[in-house]
């Protein structure tokens, strides 16, 4: 992942709320907010 697409997975998390989805898709919609934050944070370690 580039340094753009970090920004772009960042601006997803912050600007979709859960409470915007109906409840049978909430923990489909958490589980892929994890999978992203994990594969952020894999990327950030192997800039730094």
């Given at each position: ?12 998390l ?22 992203a ?12």
């Amino acid at each position: 992942m580039t340094y753009k697409e970090n920004g772009q997975v960042m601006y997803f998390l912050k600007t979709n709320s859960s409470s915007l989805l109906p409840e049978t898709e909430h923990i489909t919609f958490l589980m892929q907010k994890v999978q992203a934050a994990r594969t952020l944070s894999m990327s950030l370690k192997l800039v730094i």
